[in-house]
């Protein structure tokens, strides 16, 4: 893991769908596949709170 991973996942706040080390890591924490995260980011933004909240109404 590179230094600019451990940077990004102290990043509690936000979502960078073109870094892998986001995808995964989010798309674990919210039970989805990378690309429905993907989705969702589109849809909402990068703002983990908005897209939770998105992935939870659908």
Known sequence: MDYKSIIK????????????????????????????????VDTVGPFAEEVEKYLNSN
Do not use: H, M, P, Y
Not at 12 to 27: A, G, L, M, Q, Y
């Open 9 to 40: 996942s102290t990043d509690k706040e936000t979502i960078d769908i073109n870094e892998n080390f986001d995808v995964e890591n989010w798309s674990e924490r919210f039970g989805v596949s990378g690309d429905k995260l993907k989705q969702a």
